[in-house]
């Protein structure tokens, strides 16, 4: 009545096969008079130090209970697709701490690729093409999320890379490209200043580039005065106003 004849991808966890999902089976496909379920998606258990979680235990999570505690959902997202459906995920919260950092970086180093320019697409089919070759081989989304890490630090445009997160992401729904921008906003950082400081990092690389050292800390002075700090970093140039 309510979810139709068919049903393409029907979840549950690995306890649920037999007998559950086996009966559901059973009885749905007599009733039918024909094939019910596509596809069977068993997703293996999130334990803590103790095991399994579960509700008849107290000790499950909800998202609600991460956004109270001060995490970003899809923080938690990132971490449960960085593991394969099929194995057992275990949970802490200082794991989550480390993914909260992972994701802001990640996220960081999107925001700040400039969008102009041609896009290669010869790389953007390459990158495309790992990325649904993970997901093609059993939903591996641990493989993806390499795919899109090595993307990341591949010799190609940023263009390039900005329009291949933008694919990325209508699958892997982590607002790659939006997040940075908005906690720059709720942070007081407005767009048009982060362009304006992105471009003055981007000319003081080139001068760095050609030697033009006088030319680079020139562009580091300008900076200052209107209040934003670089760091020059392992991870490349970071900026903060203060």
Known sequence: KHLGEYMDIHCGG?????????????????????????????????????GKMSKSKGDFLTVSLLEEKGYDPLVYRLFCLQSHY??????????????SAAYDKLVKKIGSLQQDGEVDQNAFKEYRDKFEAALCDDLNTSMAITVLYDMLKADISDATKYALAESFDEVLSLNLTTAHAAKQQDNGVDAELETYVLAKIEERKAAKKEKDFAKADAIRAELLEKGIVLEDTREGVKWKKI
């Open 14 to 50: 690995v306890d649920n096969i037999f007998p559950h999902h086996t009966n559901e089976i059973a009885q749905s496909e007599s009733y039918l008079g024909h094939k019910w379920c596509n596809y069977w998606f068993h997703v293996h258990h999130l334990n803590d130090k103790s």
């Open 86 to 99: 099929r194995k057992p995920l275990e949970f802490s919260y200082e794991v989550l701490d480390n993914m």
